[in-house]
């Protein structure tokens, strides 16, 4: 069906390119921040447990509202794990229990998609000219602020 929602449709079409890259790399740091939470060790387990818990469960409400934005411009949510590693912006990572090496693979995971954002929030507002979709990356953009910011405060 034809939306209309005051963007042009070849304008909707590239911001859902670049959304469902973003939720590419939402679903991977998910996964990669679930796979701290099964196997951190060490004597402050349970606090870490829980940490990673908290942080994953936020990255499942950010990839469910990147995903649905997608598809309230007019597009599909490209979720399967194929598209997210042919999309992403991340890398996949070797499992470890270390909690340095977790924590700092996290944060830098964080701040690429920080800086994605940044790029983002211009490009959807001055080149496709959607101050809505400049707006949601703005609000993606203060939430992985906070999440980077918790785990860099393990690392100091």
Known sequence: MKIDIGISA?????????LNKVLADELLVYAKTR???WNIEGSNFM???KFYEGQYEELEEIADEVAEYIRKIGHY????YTDVLKLTNLLESEYSNDQKKQLQE??????????????????????YKDKGAADFATQLLQK?????????????
Not at 144 to 156: E, G, P, T, V
């Open 10 to 18: 070849e304008h909707a079409k590239k911001i859902a390119l670049e």
């Open 35 to 37: 796979n701290s939470h």
């Open 47 to 49: 606090e870490m447990h």
């Open 77 to 80: 949510a490209e979720g399967r």
């Open 106 to 127: 996290l944060l830098n995971d964080h701040e690429t998609i920080i800086r994605n954002l940044r790029r983002l929030i211009d490009e959807f507002d001055e080149k």
């Open 144 to 156: 992985h602020l906070s999440l980077a910011w918790m785990i860099r405060s393990y690392l100091k």
